[in-house]
Protein backbone atom coordinates (compact mmCIF):
# COMPACT_ATOMS: atom_id res chain seq x y z
CA UNK A 1 0.00 0.00 0.00
CA UNK A 2 1.49 3.23 -0.74
CA UNK A 3 0.82 6.20 1.07
CA UNK A 4 1.47 10.14 0.23
CA UNK A 5 1.71 11.89 4.21
CA UNK A 6 1.37 15.60 3.41
CA UNK A 7 2.36 17.60 6.34
CA UNK A 8 1.83 21.42 7.25
CA UNK A 9 0.43 23.82 9.54
CA UNK A 10 -2.31 24.54 7.61
CA UNK A 11 -3.41 27.56 8.79
CA UNK A 12 -6.07 27.09 7.14
CA UNK A 13 -5.57 24.40 4.76
CA UNK A 14 -6.13 25.59 1.23
CA UNK A 15 -7.08 24.39 -2.16
CA UNK A 16 -3.34 24.79 -3.29
CA UNK A 17 -2.92 21.71 -0.45
CA UNK A 18 -5.65 19.68 -1.82
CA UNK A 19 -4.75 20.08 -5.45
CA UNK A 20 -1.03 19.04 -4.32
CA UNK A 21 -2.12 15.78 -3.06
CA UNK A 22 -4.66 15.24 -5.72
CA UNK A 23 -2.03 15.40 -8.12
CA UNK A 24 0.08 13.29 -6.73
CA UNK A 25 -2.54 10.61 -5.13
CA UNK A 26 -2.98 10.33 -9.37
CA UNK A 27 0.85 10.51 -10.55
CA UNK A 28 2.26 7.80 -8.16
CA UNK A 29 -1.23 5.92 -7.82
CA UNK A 30 -1.12 6.51 -4.14
CA UNK A 31 -3.86 4.46 -2.51
CA UNK A 32 -4.10 6.76 0.42
CA UNK A 33 -3.04 10.94 1.62
CA UNK A 34 -2.72 11.21 5.01
CA UNK A 35 -3.27 15.21 6.30
CA UNK A 36 -0.99 15.72 9.24
CA UNK A 37 -1.22 19.27 10.88
CA UNK A 38 1.74 20.02 12.77
CA UNK A 39 2.06 20.40 16.37
CA UNK A 40 4.82 23.04 16.48
CA UNK A 41 5.79 23.55 13.14
CA UNK A 42 9.62 22.78 13.55
CA UNK A 43 10.79 26.17 11.27
CA UNK A 44 8.40 28.83 11.34
CA UNK A 45 8.72 31.45 13.69
CA UNK A 46 4.95 32.39 14.05
CA UNK A 47 2.37 30.89 16.41
CA UNK A 48 -0.68 29.73 14.06
CA UNK A 49 -3.55 32.02 14.01
CA UNK A 50 -5.97 29.23 15.00
CA UNK A 51 -5.56 26.40 17.49
CA UNK A 52 -4.75 22.76 16.90
CA UNK A 53 -8.06 21.71 17.33
CA UNK A 54 -8.87 24.47 14.84
CA UNK A 55 -6.28 23.65 12.42
CA UNK A 56 -7.44 19.83 13.06
CA UNK A 57 -10.68 20.02 12.27
CA UNK A 58 -10.02 22.40 9.50
CA UNK A 59 -8.21 19.52 7.74
CA UNK A 60 -11.11 16.98 8.81
CA UNK A 61 -13.66 19.02 6.25
CA UNK A 62 -11.51 19.48 3.52
CA UNK A 63 -11.05 15.83 3.14
CA UNK A 64 -14.73 14.44 4.51
CA UNK A 65 -16.11 12.46 1.58
CA UNK A 66 -12.74 12.33 -0.57
CA UNK A 67 -12.22 8.23 -1.33
CA UNK A 68 -8.17 8.53 -0.44
CA UNK A 69 -7.79 11.35 1.93
CA UNK A 70 -7.54 10.86 5.60
CA UNK A 71 -7.10 13.93 8.62
CA UNK A 72 -4.43 12.28 11.22
CA UNK A 73 -3.62 13.84 14.26
CA UNK A 74 -0.33 11.93 14.94
CA UNK A 75 1.71 15.05 15.80
CA UNK A 76 -0.87 16.82 17.63
CA UNK A 77 -0.93 13.56 19.83
CA UNK A 78 2.32 13.46 20.05
CA UNK A 79 3.24 17.29 20.73
CA UNK A 80 6.43 19.24 21.15
CA UNK A 81 8.17 20.18 17.79
CA UNK A 82 6.61 18.24 14.90
CA UNK A 83 9.99 17.20 13.41
CA UNK A 84 9.28 14.70 10.51
CA UNK A 85 11.89 11.94 11.18
CA UNK A 86 9.76 11.37 14.52
CA UNK A 87 6.43 11.26 12.59
CA UNK A 88 7.76 8.96 9.81
CA UNK A 89 9.91 6.69 12.30
CA UNK A 90 6.93 6.10 13.94
CA UNK A 91 4.46 5.50 11.48
CA UNK A 92 7.15 2.86 9.52
CA UNK A 93 6.86 0.84 13.08
CA UNK A 94 3.26 1.14 13.16
CA UNK A 95 2.87 0.08 9.64
CA UNK A 96 5.43 -2.10 8.32
CA UNK A 97 2.94 -3.50 5.48
CA UNK A 98 2.62 0.41 3.84
CA UNK A 99 5.41 2.52 1.54
CA UNK A 100 5.10 6.13 2.37
CA UNK A 101 5.83 9.37 0.32
CA UNK A 102 6.66 12.78 2.16
CA UNK A 103 4.65 15.67 -0.31
CA UNK A 104 6.13 18.98 0.28
CA UNK A 105 5.86 21.91 -1.93
CA UNK A 106 9.38 24.09 -3.69
CA UNK A 107 10.03 26.32 -0.93
CA UNK A 108 10.15 23.11 1.65
CA UNK A 109 12.53 21.24 -1.15
CA UNK A 110 15.31 24.42 -0.79
CA UNK A 111 14.72 24.31 2.68
CA UNK A 112 15.18 20.27 2.74
CA UNK A 113 19.09 20.66 4.03
CA UNK A 114 18.18 21.99 7.27
CA UNK A 115 15.37 19.72 8.44
CA UNK A 116 16.42 17.58 11.62
CA UNK A 117 18.30 14.70 10.96
CA UNK A 118 17.53 14.74 7.15
CA UNK A 119 20.36 12.22 5.95
CA UNK A 120 18.42 9.64 7.96
CA UNK A 121 15.20 10.74 7.04
CA UNK A 122 15.89 10.72 3.24
CA UNK A 123 16.53 6.91 3.74
CA UNK A 124 13.13 6.13 5.18
CA UNK A 125 10.64 8.13 2.77
CA UNK A 126 10.82 9.21 -0.85
CA UNK A 127 10.04 12.96 -1.21
CA UNK A 128 7.87 14.23 -3.53
CA UNK A 129 7.97 17.85 -4.70
CA UNK A 130 5.69 20.26 -6.39
CA UNK A 131 6.32 23.61 -8.01
CA UNK A 132 4.99 26.96 -6.62
CA UNK A 133 4.51 30.37 -7.87
CA UNK A 134 7.42 32.24 -6.47
CA UNK A 135 9.66 29.58 -5.46
CA UNK A 136 12.97 27.95 -7.10
CA UNK A 137 13.31 24.62 -8.46
CA UNK A 138 16.71 24.89 -9.50
CA UNK A 139 17.29 21.58 -7.55
CA UNK A 140 21.33 21.27 -8.62
CA UNK A 141 22.40 23.26 -5.86
CA UNK A 142 20.95 20.44 -3.27
CA UNK A 143 23.32 17.87 -1.59
CA UNK A 144 22.94 14.67 -3.60
CA UNK A 145 21.59 12.19 -1.39
CA UNK A 146 18.81 14.97 -0.70
CA UNK A 147 18.35 15.59 -4.22
CA UNK A 148 18.32 11.99 -5.46
CA UNK A 149 15.63 11.15 -2.43
CA UNK A 150 12.88 13.74 -4.04
CA UNK A 151 11.19 12.96 -6.95
CA UNK A 152 8.99 16.14 -8.77
CA UNK A 153 5.31 15.99 -10.17
CA UNK A 154 3.91 19.05 -11.95
CA UNK A 155 0.36 20.21 -10.60
CA UNK A 156 -1.43 23.26 -11.89
CA UNK A 157 -0.17 26.18 -10.44
CA UNK A 158 -2.10 27.57 -7.31
CA UNK A 159 -0.80 31.00 -6.25
CA UNK A 160 -2.03 30.68 -2.57
CA UNK A 161 -0.77 30.32 0.93
CA UNK A 162 -2.34 30.38 4.39
CA UNK A 163 -0.37 33.66 5.16
CA UNK A 164 -2.55 35.04 2.07
CA UNK A 165 -5.85 33.87 3.65
CA UNK A 166 -5.32 34.94 7.00
CA UNK A 167 -4.16 38.38 5.76
CA UNK A 168 -7.48 38.36 3.74
CA UNK A 169 -9.13 38.12 7.27
CA UNK A 170 -7.52 40.71 9.08
CA UNK A 171 -8.29 42.94 7.07
CA UNK A 172 -12.03 42.34 6.82
CA UNK A 173 -12.01 39.85 3.55
CA UNK A 174 -13.50 36.50 2.71
CA UNK A 175 -11.50 33.26 1.84
CA UNK A 176 -14.02 32.07 -0.06
CA UNK A 177 -13.02 29.84 -3.38
CA UNK A 178 -9.48 29.77 -1.74
CA UNK A 179 -10.90 27.00 0.48
CA UNK A 180 -12.96 24.34 0.74
CA UNK A 181 -16.86 26.07 1.13
CA UNK A 182 -17.40 23.69 4.66
CA UNK A 183 -13.95 25.23 5.70
CA UNK A 184 -15.20 28.97 4.78
CA UNK A 185 -17.96 28.55 6.69
CA UNK A 186 -15.97 26.91 10.05
CA UNK A 187 -13.27 29.97 9.92
CA UNK A 188 -16.38 32.29 9.77
CA UNK A 189 -18.71 30.71 12.30
CA UNK A 190 -15.44 30.82 14.63
CA UNK A 191 -14.36 34.05 13.41
CA UNK A 192 -11.08 32.59 12.75
CA UNK A 193 -8.06 35.59 11.78
CA UNK A 194 -9.83 38.20 12.51
CA UNK A 195 -7.76 40.69 13.94
N1 LIG B 1 0.06 26.77 -3.35
C1 LIG B 1 0.82 25.70 -3.10
N2 LIG B 1 1.30 24.93 -4.09
C2 LIG B 1 2.09 23.84 -3.79
N3 LIG B 1 2.44 23.45 -2.55
C3 LIG B 1 1.99 24.19 -1.52
C4 LIG B 1 1.15 25.34 -1.73
N4 LIG B 1 0.85 25.87 -0.52
C5 LIG B 1 1.48 25.11 0.39
N5 LIG B 1 2.16 24.09 -0.19
C6 LIG B 1 2.95 23.05 0.50
O1 LIG B 1 2.10 22.43 1.46
C7 LIG B 1 2.83 22.08 2.65
C8 LIG B 1 2.17 22.69 3.88
O2 LIG B 1 2.20 24.08 3.75
P1 LIG B 1 1.72 25.11 4.87
O3 LIG B 1 0.68 24.51 5.73
O4 LIG B 1 2.90 25.71 5.53
O5 LIG B 1 0.99 26.22 3.93
P2 LIG B 1 1.50 27.64 3.46
O6 LIG B 1 0.47 28.16 2.54
O7 LIG B 1 2.92 27.54 2.95
O8 LIG B 1 1.45 28.41 4.85
P3 LIG B 1 2.05 29.82 5.32
O9 LIG B 1 1.67 30.84 4.29
O10 LIG B 1 1.39 30.02 6.64
O11 LIG B 1 3.55 29.63 5.43
C9 LIG B 1 4.27 22.59 2.40
O12 LIG B 1 5.06 21.51 1.94
C10 LIG B 1 4.10 23.63 1.32
O13 LIG B 1 5.27 23.77 0.52
O1 LIG C 1 11.56 17.84 10.45
C1 LIG C 1 11.95 18.99 10.12
O2 LIG C 1 13.05 19.45 10.48
C2 LIG C 1 11.02 19.85 9.30
C3 LIG C 1 11.37 21.14 8.92
C4 LIG C 1 10.48 21.91 8.18
C5 LIG C 1 9.23 21.38 7.86
N1 LIG C 1 8.94 20.11 8.24
C6 LIG C 1 7.59 19.55 7.93
O3 LIG C 1 7.18 19.91 6.63
C7 LIG C 1 5.77 20.13 6.62
C8 LIG C 1 5.48 21.48 5.99
O4 LIG C 1 5.96 22.47 6.84
P1 LIG C 1 5.27 23.92 6.99
O5 LIG C 1 6.07 24.61 8.04
O6 LIG C 1 5.36 24.52 5.62
O7 LIG C 1 3.85 23.69 7.41
C9 LIG C 1 5.29 20.03 8.07
O8 LIG C 1 4.70 18.77 8.28
C10 LIG C 1 6.58 20.16 8.87
O9 LIG C 1 6.54 19.42 10.09
C11 LIG C 1 9.78 19.35 8.94
Known amino acids: MKVGLM ?6 IHLG ?5 DSVCEALELDEVWFMPTNVPPHKEHKPGASA ?24 RRGGVSYSIETVTRLRKEHPDKQFYYIIGADMVQ ?7 IEELVRLVTFVGLERPGY ?16 LVRMP ?5 STEIRQRRAEGRSARYRVPDRVNDYIEVNSLYET
Not at 7 to 12: E, I, M, S, Y
Not at 157 to 161: F, N
Open 7 to 12: GGTFDP
Open 17 to 21: HLLAA
Open 111 to 117: YLPKWYR
Open 157 to 161: QVELS
Open 53 to 76: AERLEMVRLAVEGHPRFRASDVEL
Open 136 to 151: STEYETLPGPIREAVR
